[in-house]
């Protein structure tokens, strides 16, 4: 311990004597004529958040006990002790006392304060005596000095001299002397003052330790007049009269912690420092070491506070939207209040308890508006300067997102500052650490700047919001205090967003509640709820706000449509969607695509499935960095707008073929890097289901829910745009005939989280090709017959079918046998039902035939059976059943032409290119022809008529059958 330190200069606190260092708050000064102290434990004052008639800090300096003096010749009780040499030694320059966390001291209780002035008013000008001018209201205590003489030959009063160490009791007027509530000076929250003998005046400089605890204190800077006067002080016992002015000048802690349990033995305490004229601290009061000043014993146990229980909390939030309009941005100001009444007399119960923690839940529906995250930029924890005494901090200008004010009851000047938004340090949006925002309120006036860190929690399913204030302080004396937020009174808190900003969106409907909940001090761990409400009135796009989210409106907007509507051309395919602020949220996309509308699969290899796994774990700027898919699946981009106001957030992704889902033979996958402002949430992966219906090869894509939710982030989908532009993969239909894009989109109904809950709103974009005429038609068809050639012999049946490139596709195709060729009904047996062959369990007896087709579209050709299936005409359909990457089929109407032939009708190709497809049908017991003459008597002639798609045909009436087996020489035996 350096010379001169603390300890050195005042006697420390005596556990069971009124001797050393002593403050607390106590019912009366007095007992049996002993000051409060340690004494006198039972009449310290124990009423938690109660106003205590007597608050009391006492120091001593050090010295040797006392020594009677004989009475004559030295007045009845003189005392002399003897004090520490040398005197500059144990003259205090410098003393400062801290007070216990929680009690307050309200310099506004009184109904005004007396200036510098009026307290400083001399008897005469220059006299250099002081005779206050303050009001008597303004008196809020009394100092009592007990000197000593520090030499011989000290005159007292006329004709006494006092030996050294004579004690002198405080004398009325002169050392026994009011205390006064002063006008303080620039930077102090509170001053007070007091006149020794009408000469000295000596001032109470307070502060409040905001960059640690908030506890309250006071630095007395004192005159060196020892070795003038002959008088140094021995004891200075400053009392404050607790119920001064309106009755709350003092106010105990709300808290009720047992000091006799180690983990809060110190949070009661006050504690001490001083510095001596003879080695003073270049750093006091850092360099100084405290003494404490502990709560008395009463049968060994320390005296606690009492009364929790009935302490009262009655916080109230308001959440005003700051706009009349539904779903749109939302600069709303949330106010926070908490009573703070005069004690008036007969009146002097608890005072409300401090916040320990706060819980503010916006209504239900006002979440984080993306918009507001352009142009953001967040306030690191070292810029923000929590935890450090200077009154600015560092934080970018762009991390600004509004204003707080705090008003006080000790404070005359409202605490102002500003709300920014803070790093994130979690991707978990209930955490509390995804969003943060940080508050400082601060008076320059006052001395005071106060900064807070919130802690948002949003649903990650709903969006709402819920705003945890909480801290974890610590005492520069003791360590870690009891987690919660300062100990400090407030009448109101304001928090207003910048309306510029656009921070938050207001509720989707006319009115939403909330149930907010606050920790006080006094009950830890037991929460008070208050509701809270917005009402509005507009709806942003005319009329009023609807009462239900159910009765919102919806009507998407929807365009499907290439860059070129040339027919049999490659072409970029764009979708867009949007919706008006105020409308539901767009949730299923379900259209079905224009026949012959299609997309070059050849080439492409699926996104794999554990990549797109992958890219939902991944963080935003990673996926940006190293996207997840190949680039050779990508097959587009996707642009989405999101949020309400008129400048919502636009992010790009990228949109990958992948493979089979749900049951579809391919999809689509869109992974968009979530990524705004200082905020990286992850990546928003929808999956489109790419359904091909075997019968027509139309695509039927059926988006995944989409997210209305992510991160926590009220998305606010406005637009979403899809550009499928990889080169030559989507291509034109050859059939020029007017189509759309058509199917239904899905709103977020009566409740965005429940499809069984969502709306639909029917949706049509008119497609048509053009310039088909210009496309050629000339197919090539070859048939050729293998097997027995005579009467009532099963011929084998091989067609194959060439097209050429830039052709149009092929529409319709009948072929019509020649009269030598019957069906062989007695082979049609067993038939495949539209369920069997819908799951692919068609019996094996179905089976008549296999084919295969080769399609530019595709790196591998489809290949199936051949299989006779019910149908609604007389006879059983022959049907194609194609598989590989799609199912293709090819369905054909058996029955009669008009020369009475068998005749074979596929009415509906699909427009798709094929360049060959190869049937065959099988011979013998399971083929379905039959010859009714010698098939080599003469040339089988069958006719032929096809159509494209684009109407241009190729018909041959005399279409020539290869019957393979004519000609040809028996092998010889």
């Given at each position: 311990m350096a010379q001169a330190d603390t300890e050195d200069i005042i006697q420390p606190q005596n556990e069971t004597s009124d001797q050393g260092f002593q403050a607390g708050t106590c019912?009366?000064?007095?007992?049996?004529g002993k000051n409060c102290s340690v004494e006198t434990p039972t009449i310290y004052y124990t009423t938690a958040a109660g106003h205590p008639p007597i608050g009391f800090t006492q120091y001593i300096i050090q010295h040797e006990p006392f020594t009677p003096l004989p009475s004559p010749p030295f007045p009845p009780g003189a005392l002399v002790a003897p004090i520490k040499e040398p005197i500059s030694e144990r003259t205090i320059k410098t003393l400062r006392s801290d007070l216990p966390p929680g009690l307050t001291v309200n310099p506004e209780a009184t109904d005004s304060r007396c200036t510098v002035a009026e307290f400083l008013h001399e008897t005469a000008p220059g006299s250099k005596e002081y005779e206050p001018e303050c009001k008597a209201e303004t008196i809020t205590g009394e100092e009592k000095i007990t000197l000593v003489t520090n030499k011989d030959e000290v005159e007292i009063q006329p004709g006494f001299k006092a030996p050294k160490g004579f004690v002198i009791p405080p004398i009325p007027g002169g050392t026994l002397i009011p205390v006064y509530n002063l006008v303080p000076k620039e930077g102090e929250p509170a001053k007070l003052g007091f006149i020794v003998n009408k000469k000295i005046p000596v001032f109470l400089e307070t502060e409040v330790a905001w960059e640690s605890d908030f506890h309250e204190s006071f630095t007395i800077k004192l005159p060196n007049t020892a070795e003038i006067t002959g008088l140094s002080t021995l004891i200075s016992r400053l009392v404050s009269k607790g119920r001064s002015g309106d009755g709350t000048y003092l106010t105990n802690p709300t808290t009720c912690f047992d000091p006799n349990d180690p983990a809060y033995e110190h949070l009661y305490s006050t504690w001490f420092r001083a510095e001596s004229y003879g080695d003073p601290d270049p750093e006091f009061p850092h360099g100084s070491t405290p003494v404490e000043a502990k709560l008395p014993k009463v049968g060994g146990k320390r005296v606690q506070q009492?009364?929790?229980?009935?302490?009262?909390?009655?916080?109230?939030?308001?959440?005003?939207?700051?706009?009349?309009?539904?779903?749109?941005?939302?600069?709303?100001t949330v106010t926070t209040k908490l009573p703070f009444d005069p004690a008036t007399e007969g009146n002097e119960g608890q005072m409300q308890s401090h916040v320990r923690k706060a819980e503010v839940k916006l209504p239900a529906g006002m979440g984080?508006?993306?918009?507001?995250?352009?142009?953001?930029?967040?306030?690191?924890?070292?810029?923000f300067n929590k935890g450090e005494r200077v009154y600015t901090n560092e934080c970018p200008p762009e991390s600004d997102i509004g204003t707080v004010e705090v008003e006080s009851a000790p404070l005359a000047e409202t605490l102002v500052g500003d709300v920014y938004v803070g790093t994130q340090n979690s991707t978990d949006p209930e955490s509390g650490e995804q969003f943060r925002i940080l508050l400082e309120a601060k008076s320059e006036h006052?001395?005071?700047?106060?900064?807070?860190?919130?802690?948002?929690?949003?649903?990650?399913?709903?969006?709402?919001?819920?705003?945890?204030?909480?801290?974890?302080?610590?005492?520069?004396?003791?360590?870690?205090?009891?987690?919660?937020?300062?100990?400090?009174?407030?009448?109101?808190?304001?928090?207003k967003l910048d309306g510029g900003k656009q921070v938050l969106t207001s509720p989707p409907v006319c009115s939403a509640e909330s149930t907010s909940k606050f920790e006080p001090w006094a009950r830890p761990n037991t929460f008070a709820e208050t509701k809270s409400s917005v009402t509005l009135s507009k709806d942003p796009t005319g009329g009023a706000c609807p009462k239900t989210l159910a009765e919102r409106k919806f009507s998407p907007f929807y365009k499907a449509k290439t860059d070129s509507q040339k027919a049999g051309a490659y072409s970029p395919f764009h979708v867009n969607i949007a919706r008006r602020d105020g409308e539901q949220e767009l949730k299923v996309v379900d259209v079905t695509l224009p026949k012959g509308?299609?997309?070059?699969?050849?080439?492409?290899?699926?996104?794999?499935?554990?990549?797109?796994?992958?890219?939902g774990g991944k963080s935003g700027k990673d996926e940006q960095a190293s996207p997840s898919c190949s680039s050779a699946s990508q097959v587009g981009s996707v642009t989405t707008k999101s949020g309400s106001g008129n400048s919502p957030l636009q992010l790009g992704g990228k949109a990958y073929l992948a493979g089979p889902y749900k049951g579809a033979a391919l999809s689509l996958v869109t992974i968009t890097p979530a990524v705004a402002g200082p905020f990286d949430l992850g990546n928003v992966v929808v999956r489109v289901a790419l359904n091909v219906d075997p019968e027509t090869a139309q695509i039927h894509a059926v988006s995944d829910v989409i997210p209305d939710v992510f991160g926590g982030v009220k998305l606010d989908i406005r637009t979403i745009d899809l550009d499928v532009d990889r080169n030559q993969f989507m291509l034109n239909p050859t059939n020029c005939a007017a189509q759309a894009t058509q199917g239904t989109i899905n709103g977020g109904g009566a409740d965005p989280t429940n499809p069984a809950a969502f709306s639909s709103y029917g949706v049509s974009d008119p497609f048509q090709a053009i310039e088909c005429n210009r496309l050629g038609?000339?197919?090539?068809?070859?048939?050729?017959?293998?097997?027995?050639?005579?009467?009532?012999?099963?011929?084998?049946l091989k067609a194959t079918?060439?097209?050429?490139?830039?052709?149009?596709?092929?529409?319709?195709?009948?072929?019509?046998?020649?009269?030598?060729?019957?069906?062989?009904?007695?082979?049609?047996?067993?038939?495949?039902?539209?369920?069997?062959?819908?799951?692919?369990?068609?019996?094996k007896a179905s089976v008549y035939g296999k084919a295969w087709a080769k399609s530019p579209l595709l790196d591998k050709k489809l290949q199936g059976k051949v299989y006779l299936v019910s149908s609604n005409n007389k006879l059983p359909d022959l049907l194609v059943d194609l598989r590989g990457q799609v199912e293709i089929y090819l369905r054909g109407v058996i029955g009669s032409g008009s020369t009475g032939g068998l005749k074979t009708v596929f009415r509906a190709v699909p427009d798709v290119p094929v360049s060959k497809f190869v049937l065959n049908m099988k011979g013998g017991k399971k083929s379905l022809l039959v010859n009714s003459t010698n098939t080599c008597a003469k040339p089988q002639r069958a006719i032929v008529n096809m159509k494209g798609q684009n109407g241009k045909k190729k018909n041959a009436k005399k279409f020539k059958l290869n019957v393979v087996s004519c000609g040809k020489k028996k092998s010889k035996k």
């Open positions: 019912t009366q000064e007095t007992e049996g009492t009364g929790c229980d009935t302490v009262p909390f009655d916080p109230t939030v308001n959440v005003a939207a700051g706009t009349d309009e539904v779903d749109s941005p939302a600069p709303a984080i508006n993306p918009a507001g995250a352009q142009g953001l930029q967040a306030c690191t924890d070292e810029q006052e001395g005071i700047d106060a900064r807070l860190v919130g802690h948002i929690k949003a649903n990650k399913t709903t969006g709402e919001l819920n705003a945890v204030i909480d801290d974890q302080l610590t005492s520069e004396f003791f360590g870690p205090l009891p987690s919660g937020l300062p100990q400090v009174p407030f009448k109101e808190i304001r928090v509308l299609t997309g070059k699969l050849a080439g492409i290899p699926y996104c794999p499935e554990d990549a797109i796994a992958a890219a038609f000339k197919p090539k068809l070859n048939i050729q017959l293998y097997g027995g050639t005579k009467r009532n012999k099963y011929p084998r079918l060439t097209a050429r490139k830039g052709d149009a596709n092929i529409a319709r195709t009948a072929v019509t046998m020649p009269r030598s060729l019957f069906l062989e009904q007695g082979h049609i047996g067993t038939v495949c039902t539209r369920p069997q062959l819908a799951s692919h369990t068609c019996p």
